[in-house]
């Protein structure tokens, strides 16, 4: 299996921060690398897919890059809604495989 | 408006089984494949497996392999994950997922809310 390590666990920042967060596949994945935001209660939300893709609907302040084993999520201008958990997730080869999560706390 | 309504809660027994389903709506749902994803209690996310909704073929996790069941009905646009002998490691929040696809790339692109199910004795 394909493990796919997030950094951080987790991060606090305010309101308007500019802030980054980083998935690293155990072998490349080219560029099959999905971001979802979940939030309590609510169902996941797909924000990017093939790691560049924003998706319809999604704020452009969402922002992703990479490819083969090393992909940064950015959230330009953190905004309050943006307060979630985000998983990185590769389609690459069976079983796809989720990160651990980033939790992006208040500060 | 794509849509996907799962079950309700569930609350089980050690031993007992279950189906919970997922009813798609809004789209050609034989189009798409439906996975099936865990999230246990305070953990991450977690795929458990797939099914192509036109021919009921399934792919699992090697982790869910052998302990529950995929399948679908096409006559009523719904899939369903099947357990015969749940265990109280069962008890966690299921979603059932639509994959979408674009240039040999795989996402889901639209979950169902969760069917949260608890294993007790």
């Known amino acids: 299996d394909i493990q796919m390590t997030q950094s951080p666990s987790s991060l606090s920042a305010s309101v308007g921060d500019r802030i980054t967060i980083t998935c690293r596949a155990s072998q490349s994945i080219n560029k099959y690398l999905n971001w979802y935001q979940l939030k309590l209660g609510k169902a996941p939300n797909l924000l990017i897919s093939a790691a560049s893709t924003l998706q319809s609907g999604v704020p452009s302040r969402f922002s992703g890059s990479g490819s083969g084993t090393d992909f940064t999520l950015t959230i330009s201008s953190l905004q309050p809604e943006d307060f979630a958990t985000y998983y990185c997730q590769q389609s690459y080869s069976l079983p796809w495989t989720f990160g651990q999560g980033t939790k992006v706390e208040i500060k | 408006e794509v849509q996907l309504v799962q079950s309700g809660a569930e609350m089980k027994k050690p031993g007992e089984s279950l189906r919970i389903s997922c009813k798609g709506s809004g789209y050609s749902f034989t189009s798409y494949w439906i996975s099936w994803v865990r999230q246990m209690p305070g953990k991450g996310l977690e795929w458990m497996g797939r099914?192509?909704?036109?021919?009921?073929?399934?792919d699992y996790s090697p982790s869910f392999r052998g302990h529950v069941s995929i399948s679908v009905d096409k006559s009523i646009s719904t899939a369903y994950l099947q357990w015969s002998n749940l265990k109280a490691s069962d008890t966690a929040t299921y979603y059932c997922?639509?994959?979408?696809?674009?240039?040999?790339?795989?996402?889901?692109?639209?979950w169902g809310p969760g069917t949260a199910l608890t294993v007790s004795s």
């Open positions: 099914i192509d909704l036109s021919d009921s073929y399934t």
């Open positions: 997922a639509r994959m979408g696809t674009s240039f040999g790339a795989y996402y889901f692109d639209y």
